[in-house]
């Protein structure tokens, strides 16, 4: 053959050629109970459940009776040493027990004048407050707000950045952030933060981002208080000063002398523990060469209880989150599929439904049962699956195994059902855990909507109908994966160079790593994965390793390693130093650009 003719074929074939076919027998499961899921959801979901929340009765009831569903449909136990319920302790709440602050001797009022930060480390200080400006240092654009204060001070800090070259859009809010002024507060040795607000802001005392209360939030290891503008100016004022003027010489980078300000106070933040469980069955396989790989049918049951973290609707934390889509949906799909599966023939592996708990926290319950469970060969995962719209169904992870789009296209078909394929290979569930070990994992979902992470998030607004065909499309994919001739191969996709890498969104620099949230309490911030091509992957860093130092600074926690990450400029090289199987190793990354 002449090569023009070669590589005119070789362009043809290229051209014509789509996603890798599934080429195995698709066939239709079982149809799911539409009622009998609808009557699960709704007791899920039920008020009397108190919106599942870590650490309440409701959600022990809602583990016992996944526990009672299950076996009542013929699922054997399939937790470590028998029984349905894989339990383990983990921080459930996080709050601020006691919390006082004084100005020249004058107590002031908590609630009022001054609240404790979630994130302050718990202890005692007193004596003369030091000004710090913004609280910030930067390298990059040469301030430095604590070149004139000493090690130990109490220090106050404004909220917000200077009106200053190198502070602008995007960099500039990552720069203000109130975690990366409590870490450079710690690493320049302060003994306790008081933040100021901002003049052009709320004079009272601003609330918490939604997920200050996550219970596996770390302490910033520096005490640290927010102060109304009225005790600011207060505190200003004995010092001889006030706000606007403290504001101007921030501004300067002026050193402000506050002699005669003087504050003492305590603050001890309380982490509660207590037990949870993975609750788990399994259908045996009927093929004994195949029955001890495992296909795992997730769902998350925790919800967020009465709100104290995630709220999409702050005012109303205390209220109940029924959390019926997020997630009563997907769990009562996990009995509706057991419950299909095991009224008929056996698949040819066996099928592991696992309620997982903790995965509003952080995916802690599926990274407990990814530690413990290495025989898994796929995994399909269901998170609000409850409202069905236009017939669209969202999957995540079609590019973790080969054909695993086709496969899903065709089953959808088959369902009337229309799929999008979600960009990018991690998304924000449990899934996440199992790609994180290198196992493909698909995951099924109609969507957000308004009652998101709401009160409104209840029974009757879910469409039994909708649900089960995206059952059914889950089953059909299920029963293709436990009756294909091989386990699918997991496919490590390159990303979008604009995906996020530590579950934020938005302009910033981009590293490349999946955090692994399943470390509540362990130092550092530990790595799930690493996104093929990505700066990380230059680098030399890979699943397992934990990054405990960023561009210098100590990293603690994934908070801090969010700030420092953010703070950094897009296309600069920074050093990195992580722990790898106990052994230190020191690297440097050029950090990509997030779109």
């Not at 054997?76 to 894989?86: I, K, M, R, S, V």
């Not at 045996?284 to 049951?301: F, K, L, M, N, T």
Request: charged content about 20%.
């Amino acid at each position: 053959m002449r090569p023009s003719a070669a590589v005119l074929l070789l362009l043809l074939q290229l051209a014509c050629a789509g996603p890798a076919r599934w080429r195995e027998p698709l066939e239709s499961a079982p149809n799911v109970d539409a009622a009998a899921w609808s009557a699960d959801a709704a007791w899920l979901s039920d008020p009397a459940r108190e919106g599942r929340g870590l650490g309440s009765a409701g959600l022990g009831a809602a583990a016992r009776f996944l526990a009672e569903r299950f076996a009542e449909v013929g699922l054997e136990p399939g937790a470590p040493g028998g029984g349905f319920l894989q339990s383990f302790r983990m921080p459930v709440s996080i709050d601020v027990s006691e919390q006082r602050l004084t100005l020249g001797g004058e107590l002031l009022s908590p609630g009022r004048d001054f609240q404790a930060l979630l994130a302050s480390e718990s202890g005692h200080f007193a004596g003369e407050v030091v000004f710090a400006g913004y609280g910030i240092s930067d390298a990059a654009s040469g301030w430095d707000d604590y070149a004139w204060v000493p090690e130990g001070a109490i220090v106050l800090v404004l909220e917000g950045r200077p009106h200053a070259p190198g502070f602008e859009e995007p960099r500039g809010p990552a720069l203000a952030r109130r975690s990366l002024k409590l870490l450079n507060a710690r690493q320049r040795g302060a003994r306790a933060v008081l933040i100021a607000p901002s003049l052009d802001g709320p004079g009272d005392l601003a609330p918490e981002d939604p997920m200050s209360a996550l219970p596996t939030r770390q302490s910033a290891g520096v005490i640290a208080l927010t102060l109304s503008r009225d005790a600011a100016e207060r505190l200003a004022a004995r010092g001889g000063h006030d706000l606007a003027g403290l504001v101007q010489r921030a501004e300067a980078r002026a050193p402000v002398d506050l002699a005669g300000a003087r504050v003492a106070g305590a603050v001890r933040v309380t982490r509660h523990e207590t037990e949870v469980s993975n609750v788990i069955g399994r259908l045996e396989g009927s093929d004994p060469a195949r029955a001890g790989e495992q296909i795992v049918i997730g769902a998350h049951y925790d919800h967020l209880g009465y709100g104290a973290f995630g709220s999409m609707r702050p005012e109303a934390r205390g209220e109940v989150h029924p959390g019926a889509d997020d997630n009563a949906s997907g769990a009562a799909g996990l009995i509706a599929l057991a419950r299909a599966f095991a009224s008929g023939p056996r698949p040819a592996r066996t099928l592991v439904f696992v309620a997982f708990t903790a995965e509003e926290a952080g995916l802690l319950g599926s990274a407990r049962y990814v530690e413990t469970h290495r025989d898994t060969v796929s995994m399909v995962n269901l998170d609000m699956i409850g409202r069905l719209r236009e017939g669209i169904v969202t999957a995540f992870g079609a590019d973790t195994a080969l054909a695993f789009e086709d496969l899903v296209t065709r089953a959808a078909a088959r369902r009337a059902l229309a799929v999008t394929f979600a960009d990018g290979t991690h998304g924000p569930s449990d899934h996440a855990s199992f790609q994180g070990a290198s196992i493909p994992a698909l995951f099924f979902t109609t969507g957000a909507h308004e009652a998101y992470h709401t009160p409104d998030d209840r029974a009757e607004t879910l469409e039994p109908a909708g649900a089960a065909r995206v059952l059914g499309l889950a089953a059909d994919v299920t029963l293709a994966l436990a009756n294909a001739a091989q386990a699918p191969r997991f496919a490590a996709a390159a990303p979008a160079p604009h995906e996020p890498a530590t579950g934020e969104v938005g302009y910033g620099p981009y590293l490349g790593t999946v955090p692994a949230f399943g470390n509540a309490g362990a130092a550092g911030a530990h790595i799930a994965a690493v996104r093929p091509g990505s700066p990380a992957d230059r680098a030399g860093l890979t699943a397992g390793d934990v990054i405990v130092s960023f561009g210098g600074s100590q990293v603690a926690s994934l908070e801090d390693f969010a700030a420092l990450l953010f703070a950094q400029r897009e296309g600069s090289e920074v050093e990195i130093v992580v722990l790898r199987a106990g052994e230190r190793i020191e690297t440097r990354a050029v950090l990509g650009r997030r779109r």
